[in-house]
């Protein structure tokens, strides 16, 4: 199974040509605004949400409004075949992207020291 982490310090995302890519492939349905967020309604609807929350000093109601790369699984068919399209194009401003094979029978999380992110296998735990 292949998986996608980011190997330098600051953290995992995406560029906004992956971004692109990614939703042209995977046939989203998304709006998005001139600074390249993307959202489930229109943005006149989120912003009218994002003001209700800040309103009611909350922001669960816009929150679930927006899309990102944190929607995308690590080890997604279509996130895979954008990472290998793209290459180094397809890193996020503080990433650099790569793809690792690790065994397809295995549970697996992804962990990471000041945003450098390895695979690691999941195994239980008691405190």
């Not at 953290?11 to 998304?30: D, T, V």
């Not at 709006?31 to 009611?56: H, I, M, Q, R």
Request: glycine share 6%; charged share 35%.
């Amino acid at each position: 199974m292949k998986v996608i982490i980011n190997t330098c310090w600051g953290g995992y995302n995406l560029s906004q040509e992956a971004l692109k890519r990614y939703i042209e492939l995977k046939e989203l349905k998304l709006f998005s605004d001139d600074k390249g967020s993307y959202y489930y309604v229109p943005v006149e609807e989120y912003k009218k949400a994002l003001a209700e929350d800040e309103k009611n000093n909350r922001g669960y109601t816009s929150n679930r409004l927006c899309w990102g790369e944190n929607n995308i699984k690590r080890n997604d068919d279509i996130l895979i075949k954008v990472i290998e399209e793209l290459g180094e194009k397809a890193n996020g401003e503080y990433s650099r992207l790569k793809i690792v094979e690790i065994p397809d029978d295995i549970k697996w999380k992804i962990e990471n020291y000041d945003g450098c992110e390895y695979v690691v296998e999941v195994h239980r735990r008691w405190s």
